[in-house]
């Protein structure tokens, strides 16, 4: 069972992953949990896990596959998931979720590396640091974010 800075994704209670446990009481920042929709999960977990070298987590939810990304308690960011559910393409619509990284060059590459395609190149945005786009085995376009 999932405890608190286990690595596991939702609550720091002894609660099963497949409970989300939400305190809208609080502040918080705008985006809680984001959901990148897939139509071959293997594909896309492989695609995923070998980019951001992360171990994504098996939530149980009856009807939808979800594999969640890694959660860091107490540390700022959000986490969420892949999903595959009946009815819900993927692939490019109006949002980008942006994925932290030191250096977002590195990692588009490692996109391409593993069956994702560089949509734009690592360019500057200022004061805030760098992004680049690439598209995933989904279809779906992603953003890396990195301050150098």
Known sequence: MPRKGDGAPFSSTDQPASLIVVNMDTEHNAVGWFEIYVQDMERAKKF????????????????????????????????????????????????IIYFVCEDCSVVAARAAENGGQIQKEKFPIGQYGFISFVTDTEGNVIGLHSMT
């Open 48 to 95: 995923y896990e070998a980019t951001l070298q992360v171990t994504l987590q098996n939530l149980e939810m009856p009807g939808i596959e979800m594999w969640a990304f890694p959660m860091l308690h107490g540390k700022p960011g959000c986490t969420g998931s892949l999903v595959k559910m009946s009815g819900k393409d993927s692939g490019s619509g109006g949002t």
